[in-house]
């Protein structure tokens, strides 16, 4: 990468109007996350020279923007001006960027299409990718984890990890030696449905106590981001995570995570201080940045102020340090939202899972909140926003935990949604909070 940029300079340098490099430097800002800045530019060398391949980044940079619609009016251009006598693999990338933009834009009928048309000139991972979203957003989920599996050492955050073992294809009599290739709500979702003879688990750091505690009889790493395995092997058989949802029965599902005893003690005690009111957990924001639908699925505290205003103490659920935007809140409404930053920013998640056992309910937008409460059979009401994953997908129930419900802000819209939300938990709770003191938990 920064050869490769280092050499583009070089060049611009020199010819600062070919508008080929133009094209490779949206690529190159586009792949560095800074899509906005190839924006412009990508415009700019469309207005100069119309190809298919200036179109091509003028589309491809707005599918980075998650301005769907937009990219496919460009990206057809693009098709329409595509020689015939093309070579097949640069329709096939084409095809791959159409088949993501249309995912993009919900329309998965078509992304089925041209991911297709894509992987019948050559079976490249970002078709498979695009075919598998397409497939798991309509909840075809054998097809679509079947697909999903193609990208992992091709996509950025899904490593393929290899322990010289064979893949698992779901044999029984195998040891299996199951990896993380996720962030936490993944590997907790994912984990819920392993039916294999589970052996050892290579996870994300902060859940390996979590995930001993909860499989007491497996070998269980935290060593999801260590480039050299060092222990052990005694598995007869690797598998990522998400390759082995191929062999899982996808169905609504109560907990299954084991906490920490005597950490929930200590939470019952410092929670029942408060008051004998519910004690609801909550998270307005997810995703990282320019991850799909991430500036739709925040929500403001101010947005929220009609929950926050009903009789329950709120506890923030926040997994980065938001305290500044909590203060100012308070100062504006005088509004308590309680935040505890070592059960919540904290690397081991055992922790977490403790204090979110001992509230009453959780109600946050997707993020990995809700994935641990249904985790642990905790009610949890999440207000879905309008670009979702296909975890929650566009229409249906919470596909994981019975514990779980939706409130799906596109169709209720958001103030709705709230006051649905505002509802489901009056009917949950009669006033009085399950964790009354410290003495229910002894």
Aim: hydrophobic fraction near 40%.
């Amino acid at each position: 990468m920064d050869l490769a940029g280092a050499l583009l300079l070089e060049h611009m340098h020199e010819t600062p109007d070919d508008v080929d490099a133009w094209v490779m430097l949206t690529r190159f800002l586009i792949d560095g996350g800074k899509a906005p800045f190839a924006y412009p530019i990508a415009l700019a060398a469309a207005k100069r020279k119309k190809t298919w391949q200036t179109w091509m980044a003028v589309g491809a940079t707005e599918a980075a923007l998650q301005l769907s619609k937009k990219a496919l009016v460009s990206l057809k251009k693009a098709l329409v001006l595509m020689p015939k006598n093309e070579p097949p693999w640069n329709r096939a990338m084409l095809y791959r960027v159409m088949a993501n933009a249309s995912v993009q834009g919900y329309a998965f009928k078509v992304a089925e299409q041209y991911a297709e048309l894509s992987l019948e000139i050559e079976p490249h991972p970002q078709g498979h990718s695009a075919l598998a979203f397409a497939k798991l957003h309509q909840r075809k989920w054998r097809e679509g984890w079947y697909h999903y599996q193609f990208q992992l050492g091709h996509a950025m955050f899904r490593d393929k990890h290899d322990y010289n073992l064979p893949e698992w294809r779901g044999e029984p009599e195998a040891r299996v030696l199951v990896y993380g290739e996720q962030g936490l709500g993944d590997q907790i979702a994912y984990m819920s449905t392993f039916s294999g003879n589970l052996n050892q688990l290579n996870v994300h750091p902060k859940l390996k106590n979590l995930f001993a505690r909860t499989f007491p009889d497996v070998q269980v790493f935290g060593d999801q981001f260590t480039p050299e395995f060092k222990h052990r092997v005694t598995a007869t058989h690797q598998t990522s995570m998400a390759t082995a949802m191929q062999w899982a029965t996808m169905e609504r599902r109560d907990g299954y995570l084991k906490t920490h005893r005597e950490r929930e003690l200590m939470w019952a005690g410092l929670l029942a201080s408060l008051g004998s009111q519910p004690k609801i957990g909550i998270a307005w924001t997810g995703g990282m940045q320019n991850s799909d639908g991430w500036r739709t699925r925040r929500l403001g505290l101010q947005q929220l102020k009609p929950l926050l205003e009903e009789p329950y103490h709120f506890i923030s659920l926040q997994y980065k340090d938001y305290a500044s935007e909590i203060g100012e809140f308070y100062r504006d409404t005088g509004i308590k939202i309680h935040d505890f930053p070592w059960g919540t920013q904290t690397d081991d998640y055992e922790e977490t899972a403790a204090l979110v056992n001992c509230l009453d309910a959780v109600v946050c937008v997707p993020t990995t909140a809700y994935h641990l409460a249904g985790a642990l059979s905790k009610p949890a009401m999440v207000l879905v926003h309008d670009q979702p994953h296909f975890h929650e997908g566009l229409q249906g129930d919470c596909p994981w935990w019975q514990s779980v419900e939706f409130f799906r802000r596109p169709q209720l819209g958001t103030e709705r949604a709230i006051e649905a939300v505002i509802d489901r938990l009056q009917k949950l709770f009669s006033g009085v909070s399950r964790i009354e003191s410290a003495e229910n938990y002894q």
